[in-house]
């Protein structure tokens, strides 16, 4: 693993070498992959999709399941968007 060979140093204090970082909500790896961040987002838009096929399912206006998907769906998939979407792979990216 050549991250694990070298050691970064702050303030003359040698730092730890980890696989993923979480900051700010969004995760990092060591290779800038994003894959754990993916399958992050993936996992949060799985759960609220199943709501937003609930509302569908009541009857509820499609500009009330609009203002959801916004709120809910929207603002997961795009939360940070600009750190990570060019890093991702083709395979990520299609998910």
Known sequence: DPAASVTTFIHGNPEEVVEEYKY??????N???????????????????????KLNSFG????VMMTFY??????????SI???????????RNR
């Not at 700010?24 to 790896?29: A, E, K």
């Not at 600009?82 to 990520?92: A, E, G, I, V």
Request: include cysteine; charged fraction near 15%.
């Open 82 to 92: 600009t750190c990570w979407f060019y890093s991702l792979s083709l395979q990520n």
């Open 60 to 63: 509820v206006s499609s500009s």
């Open 31 to 53: 290779l800038l992959k994003f894959s754990a961040n993916t399958e992050e987002i993936l996992r949060k838009c799985h759960q609220r999709l199943y709501l937003l096929r």
């Open 70 to 79: 916004c709120a809910f769906l929207e603002s997961i998939m795009t939360f």
């Open 24 to 29: 700010l909500g969004t995760t990092f790896d």
